[in-house]
């Protein structure tokens, strides 16, 4: 949708729009109950009534946070747990955690796309600036899930900083030592992140003179801009990038964003 307008012989504006939504939903596997995707360690499965290719594991309830937790729970005297591990969803109440107590976390299609875009026009400046952005889907840090295999990767600051290093600390993010701890490395909501972002894709301002007007026959038309690509990115993902095409982050480079001041003469 898009619209212009003037507000004045020198004030013109136009502004326009763009939003897409998607339903994905598997109907049909030809007799299969689910077809299995990804990797062993971080799993996908396409499901009947479910979308496609969606991250598959475990649901994180919470941090070991005493060892009379531990005590009192005997998925965790069976496992070997201590405080500082991750404590798992016992969906089917059993005390065992297994490939029953797995759910669907999300998936990397969007629910919803959209854009935008603002002009500008008074006398002889010029204003315009565009913006997109996605919601609904989740992104899989993969390079969380790798710390186990690796000794000198980094981590994202959050994680970093977020640590549980004692009762209280921490109820989302598991001990430094529990990251090398397999238990831990079960895929599970704990690597599966929002990955929903807003983006000021381009925005420039120009001004432009008319050679005629300004010097004289001889002079020519000229135009300065200054122009912004991609200045601001926002979103809760602890990557660097959160637009990424099939939703597993593999070391993903930063957004750069690109300013050019430009000067353009038509003779």
Do not use: C, H
């Not at 049909?28 to 979308?51: C, K, M, T, V, W």
């Not at 991750?86 to 990397?108: A, C, E, P, T, W």
């Amino acid at each position: 949708l898009n619209y212009t307008g003037k507000i004045s012989q020198d004030l013109q504006y136009s502004i326009g729009g763009n939003i897409a939504t998607l339903k994905n939903e598997v109907t049909d596997l030809f007799g299969q109950e689910y077809i299995n995707g990804g990797q062993a360690e971080f799993r996908q499965r396409s499901q009947i009534g479910e979308p496609l290719l969606s991250f598959y594991g475990y649901e994180v309830a919470g941090v070991y946070q005493t060892q009379e937790e531990v005590d009192a729970d005997q998925v965790a005297i069976d496992n070997g747990l201590v405080p500082g591990d991750l404590r798992f969803v016992d969906q089917n109440n059993d005390d065992l955690i297994d490939d029953n107590d797995k759910v669907f976390l999300g998936s990397y299609f969007p629910d919803l796309t959209y854009g935008g875009s603002l002009g500008l026009k008074f006398k002889n400046f010029e204003f315009s600036m565009y913006i997109m952005g996605q919601a609904g889907n989740s992104i899989l840090n993969r390079k969380r899930g790798e710390l186990i295999w690796t000794n000198d990767t980094n981590i994202d600051a959050d994680l970093a900083t977020g640590l549980w290093n004692g009762e209280g600390t921490s109820d989302r993010y598991p001990s430094a030592s529990g990251l090398r701890r397999g238990w831990n490395q079960n895929f599970s909501d704990f690597y599966v992140e929002d990955g929903d972002f807003f983006r000021i894709q381009n925005v420039q301002l120009a001004y432009n003179l008319k050679g005629t007007e300004l010097l004289g026959q001889d002079m020519p038309d000229v135009r300065i801009y200054v122009t912004a690509e991609k200045p601001l990115t926002m979103f809760n993902y602890n990557g660097f990038n959160p637009e990424i095409p099939d939703g597993i982050d593999r070391q993903f480079y930063p957004v750069p964003a690109i300013y050019t001041v430009g000067l353009n003469l038509e003779f």
